[in-house]
């Protein structure tokens, strides 16, 4: 069970990275865009309808798809003036409460944040804007950022029974 754990964690590592990476690139591309769109309004005097509408969608995949990293990584914010007080056990059964509400808390977002998509999806909505973007696209980020967070804490929680008492990942 053990070794199946640990192939699970590698599989979910490799695609977390990746989208930790695009994320990093996602950002990146958001610079340029404003950057570009700092000098057409300013030098040329011809500002751009796009990246105001493009660059917030960037963010958003950004957001999203780090969400997963910043987990693996152990990175969330967390309050453990208490936590780190109490013996390794009580931590462990601590960290396993948190882990099953997390899960569904997590759930809850997957399922609605489908739904929103798909319904957008069906309606064919798009934004208010002159690129009018169907909105299921930019709605996928955050489906796709939410399951892998969800994946991510199934990790932690696996972790927590299978790893080899190794600290973080």
């Not at 409460?97 to 909505?125: H, P, Q, R």
């Not at 299921?136 to 790893?163: C, K, R, S, Y």
């Amino acid at each position: 069970m053990r070794s199946i754990y640990h192939m699970f964690d590698r599989f979910l590592g490799v695609i977390t990275n990746a989208a930790a990476a695009i994320a990093g690139l996602a950002i990146l591309l958001t610079a340029f865009m404003i950057c570009y769109e700092i000098i057409a309004r300013s030098i040329f005097h011809h500002p751009t309808v796009w990246v105001m509408e493009i660059s917030t969608y960037c963010l958003v995949l950004a957001g999203f798809f780090g969400m997963a990293y910043t987990m693996r990584k152990n990175g969330h914010i967390c309050v453990d003036f208490l936590y780190g007080r109490f013996p390794r056990k009580v931590q462990k059964g601590l960290d396993i409460i948190t882990s099953i509400l997390s899960l569904f808390v997590m759930y809850v977002c997957m399922t609605e944040s489908t739904n929103y998509m798909l319904m957008s999806k069906a309606m064919g909505v798009v934004s208010p804007s002159l690129l009018r973007v169907p909105l299921w696209i930019p709605q996928t980020f955050m489906v796709i950022g939410f399951v892998l967070l969800f994946l991510e804490i199934i990790n932690h929680l696996l972790g927590d029974f299978f790893a080899d008492g190794k600290e973080g990942k």
